[in-house]
């Protein structure tokens, strides 16, 4: 039987707090993988995963904002 679950990032260092876009086709996520928690954010299908902060202190617990 087929997974339900599919793996969308590719990196050994932790990922958190993943949150879905109000349209569905994007999600945020917190990952420390450039040596420093900040915040990320990718489409739905796990391409075009993109860094959204570069800041020294840790950016944490993203969240979408309405329009």
Known sequence: M???????TNTSNDVFW????P????????SDRDGNDEVYVMNADGSGQTRLTNNLGKDLLPAWSPR
């Open 2 to 8: 087929a997974s339900p679950f599919a793996h969308l």
């Open 18 to 21: 993943p949150g879905w876009s």
């Open 23 to 30: 349209d569905g086709t994007r999600i945020t996520f917190q």
